[in-house]
């Protein structure tokens, strides 16, 4: 199932309206597709002005054409976000846009699962290094730029339910988003006094591009026989009966970008149907 082909119509404001957005400016990072096009796409309806952040320049146009065409304003941006000066220089450039920054998603990673004992060294710090630095380097290229404007901002960071649970398949990928999560509370605490807060919220099984891929790798390791096996079997124990689309989860995303949450930091929102309770 290719969410890329329902996350288009979310949420929109009925004509004179204000959304619950309105004049906010949002970086969402790795919104060329899945999770963070759908929020992209939902947050420009209520209002934002959105920056598409993607390593794949390509695709973040055709989400950012797609809003524009919509009526919405959005930009096309592309940076490695696990590289310094392209996340610094890509933050300028949708800052000169938006004339600001009030709102990043650091939405962007990535999973390639090996058994336990055969995941390696190359493994282990390709997923590190984007699911963990890059998390802490967007972190800290958007607190610069919202210190300097002495506005405060808010820091949301995509976690997931394997940052709650380790599994064994998916090792580094559950190191970096506990990461994610030690990462969301030291911004939290790091933050506060220069009226920035951080946030996290961790999806469960959610059917995007990233499981299409996921199901794949884990048929040719063996793990899984038949496509479409791993969702099911992942998604067995959701309480709610399914995995997760990028619509489900917008309305917690809009939540911990408005005002609405201006009184919650450090936090990590669990929004999985029911897969993991704590």
């Known amino acids: ?39 992209a796409t939902a947050m420009a309806n209520e209002g934002a002005t959105i920056g598409i952040l993607d390593l794949n320049l390509e695709a973040a146009q055709k989400v950012a054409d797609q809003i524009v065409s919509d009526g919405g304003s959005a930009i096309a941006l592309a940076a490695d976000v696990a590289d310094r000066s392209q996340i610094a220089a890509a933050i300028q450039k949708f800052v000169a846009f938006a004339s600001g920054l009030d ?22 710090n390709a997923i590190m290094r984007v699911n963990g630095l890059g998390v802490l380097i967007g972190i800290q290229e958007a607190a610069k730029v919202m210190i300097s404007q002495g506005t405060g901002g808010k820091i949301i960071n995509t976690s997931s339910v394997a940052g709650r649970q380790g599994y064994p398949d998916f090792a580094p990928y559950s190191a970096s988003k506990f990461a994610v999560n030690a990462l969301t509370q030291a911004a939290a605490r790091g933050l506060a006094e220069h009226g920035i807060t951080c946030n996290s919220f961790s999806p469960g099984v959610v059917d995007t591009p990233l499981w299409v891929t996921l199901d794949k790798d884990l048929i040719e390791m063996g793990a899984t026989k038949d496509p479409g096996q791993a969702i099911d079997e992942f998604s067995a124990d959701i309480l709610i009966g399914r995995p997760a689309l990028a619509q489900d989860l917008v309305g917690t995303a809009i939540f911990l970008a408005s005002g609405d949450s201006d009184y919650m930091t450090g936090q990590t929102i669990m929004i999985d149907g029911g897969k993991v309770l704590l």
């Open 1 to 39: 199932m290719a969410l890329d082909e329902k996350c288009y119509c979310i949420f929109s404001p009925k004509e004179g309206e204000m959304g619950r957005l309105d004049q906010k400016r949002v970086l969402i990072t790795g919104a060329g597709s899945g999770i963070g096009a759908g929020f």
């Open 103 to 124: 709102v990043i998603f650091n939405n962007a990673g990535f999973n390639k699962p090996m058994p336990l004992l055969e995941v390696t060294e190359e493994n282990f």
